[in-house]
């Protein structure tokens, strides 16, 4: 017995001759995909920057499949260990890969979603993601109206620089998806082809001015400057805790003709539940594909990585006390699950509609701590 052991330990190491005789490990295109797990692709992460052409450099993260040095330290960003290596090689097996757009919330930050980014490029997608200009955490803020009329224009531009740069032979260009949180989530449905009614949006920012979509509206936010907002290229989108219903008026939304994932939290006390998130869905077309996502408890920040800074800085007794009440005190739903839920849906979403890949595991029937329909 104890002379069959080496013969053992030989046929597992795939036989004692090396070179030729060793077993290649599998592609990662080849394990079975289950987007609740973590994706067989190691992920690279990268920084480029490009002029958006009105008058900003960009600055955008982009996450993607790739091959980095064995004992390579993978990235800590906002403090939380990332999968990702800052500049590993791409990884073409499996590829090309669809490319996937992130639009930040309001005062956000790229990388402000690094749980959702690298789950997708770990599944074989390129992911960009720019910070938009006089909108972002630490960077000072514009006016609504600036930053609403330039932020679809920006991811657009991230798009193109994606395209131009040396990772554009990993990514095909047909298959791109557009994806944000809050203010990003609503950027997104403008990317896929909501329609801003401009004279509707007018109308009911006269008679109640304080409601959040207000913000976006000046002289400047034409008829004609709104209808050049969407993406031909965006084919799926996935839209997370948006809000802003209003600006669509009683048909925009309807516009859009791409399928459309839209997620939410039921304890989300800024894009509410009943008066932005279902509506929201609502008003999609009926025709077209869509999901709504709600989960249980959630608030408006369970779709972040920002519980990391609210726990550093102090928590309830510190400089972001408000997240307390909104995905980051122990009355909402634990971070940890909200994120396993809200990836887990986007990744089978755009599974399906980006790469033709059946929902195997009836993820989009609902997940634990959600429910869809």
């Known amino acids: 017995m104890r002379a069959l052991v080496p013969l053992l330990l030989l046929v597992a190491c795939g036989g004692g001759g090396g070179g030729d005789d060793a077993i290649e ?33 960009l600055t955008i993260e982009v996450w993607y499949p790739a091959t980095p040095a064995d004992g390579a330290a993978p990235e800590v960003t906002l403090g939380i260990p990332t999968v990702a290596v800052r500049g590993a090689p791409a990884d073409a097996r499996g590829g090309p890969f669809p490319l996937v757009a992130f639009s930040h919330g309001r005062g956000g930050i790229r990388v402000q979603s690094v749980y959702f980014t690298t789950h997708l490029a770990s599944w074989g997608y390129v992911v960009v993601a720019p910070d938009h200009p006089h909108d972002t955490l630490g960077g000072g803020n514009s006016t609504g109206s600036e930053v609403l009329r330039a932020r679809p224009h920006q991811i657009s531009v991230a798009i193109d620089a994606v395209l131009a740069s040396d990772l554009a032979s990993i990514v095909d260009g047909t298959r791109i998806g557009a994806t944000g949180h809050s203010f990003g989530a609503f950027t997104t449905l403008l990317l896929a082809g909501g329609r801003i009614d401009v004279a509707a949006l007018t109308a009911s920012c006269t008679a109640d001015p304080d409601q959040l979509a207000c913000s976006g509206l000046d002289a400047a936010l034409t008829q004609e400057v709104a209808d050049a907002f969407p993406d031909p290229r965006v084919t799926a989108a996935v839209s997370l805790a948006p809000a802003g219903r209003i600006a669509f008026g009683p048909a925009g939304l309807a516009a859009i003709a791409v399928p459309t994932q839209i997620q939410g939290g039921t304890s989300d006390n800024l894009a509410t539940q009943t008066g932005e998130v279902e509506p929201i869905f609502d008003a999609l077309a009926a025709a077209t594909p869509r999901s709504l996502a709600l989960l249980d408890h959630a608030a408006h920040f369970s779709f972040t990585d920002i519980c990391v800074l609210y726990e550093a800085t102090g928590g309830a007794s510190g400089p972001f006390a408000f997240l307390e009440h909104e995905g980051c005190g122990p009355d909402t739903l634990p971070v940890d699950r909200a994120h396993a839920a809200s990836r887990t849906l986007a990744a089978a979403f755009l599974d399906l509609h980006l790469r033709g890949e059946p929902d195997t595991h009836g993820y989009l029937a609902g997940v634990p701590d959600a429910t869809t329909r």
């Open 25 to 57: 490990p599998p592609s990662p295109a080849d394990v079975p995909r289950d987007p609740a797990a973590d994706g067989p692709w190691r992920v690279g992460v990268r920084t480029i920057d490009a002029p958006d052409g009105l008058g900003n450099t």
